[in-house]
C-alpha cells in the first residue's frame, strides 16, 4: 500500500486480495435465486407441451403404415373382468370394469411419465411414485398424479381386442 499526498493507493495485487463486499454477495445471491427462479418457470412450460403431445399421440390411432389390418392386441379372455392387463411395448393398459366392457388408457403415468406397472383390481398401479389409477375410467384415485391417464382407442370384434 503506497500514500500519496495523504491518499491511501492500493495495488492490483492488494485489491484482489480484499474481501468481497456486502453488495457484491447480496448480489451474486439475487442473481443465482432469479437464475434458479426462471428455470423451474420454463421447466413447467416445457412439461406443458410435452404433455400435450403425449395426450395427442395417444388418441391418434395406431398406423402399421401400408394400410394392413392391425395385430391382435390381446383375446378377451386374456383380460379379467374387474381388471386389466398392461401392454408395456405398445403403451397401453386395457381394462374390463365389468362383463364385455373393455376400456384403453395410455401406459404412461400422468404425473412423470413412468410406465404403470400393473392392474389390481380396479387400481391401474404406478410404481413410481405410486400413483393410483381407475380400471373403469383411468381417474385419479390416489396421488401424486392429479390428471387422468388418456384414454385410447381400442376395438373388441368377436373375441379379439386391436388397438385402433
Not at 406397472?117 to 393410483?132: F, Q, R
Amino acid at each position: 500500500m503506497a500514500t500519496e499526498e495523504g491518499n491511501t493507493v492500493m495495488t492490483a495485487a492488494q485489491e484482489s486480495e480484499r474481501p468481497l463486499g456486502r453488495r457484491t454477495v447480496v448480489a451474486a445471491v439475487g442473481a443465482a435465486g432469479l437464475g434458479v427462479a426462471l428455470t423451474a418457470c420454463g421447466g413447467s412450460e416445457a412439461k406443458s407441451t410435452a404433455d400435450e403431445a403425449d395426450k395427442a399421440a395417444a388418441e391418434k390411432p395406431q398406423d402399421t403404415g401400408n394400410g394392413a389390418a392391425q395385430q391382435p392386441l390381446a383375446k378377451t379372455a386374456d383380460i379379467p373382468v374387474g381388471g386389466g392387463k398392461v401392454f408395456a411395448a405398445e403403451g397401453v393398459v386395457v381394462t374390463q370394469p365389468a362383463a364385455g366392457d373393455f376400456k384403453a388408457f395410455s401406459s404412461k403415468c400422468t404425473h412423470q411419465g413412468c410406465a404403470v406397472k400393473d392392474v389390481v383390481g380396479d387400481s391401474i398401479n404406478c410404481p413410481c411414485h405410486d400413483s393410483k389409477f381407475s380400471a373403469a375410467d383411468g381417474s385419479v384415485k390416489a396421488g401424486p398424479a392429479t390428471r387422468p391417464l388418456p384414454t385410447m382407442a381400442i376395438k373388441v370384434e368377436g373375441d379379439t381386442i386391436t388397438l385402433g
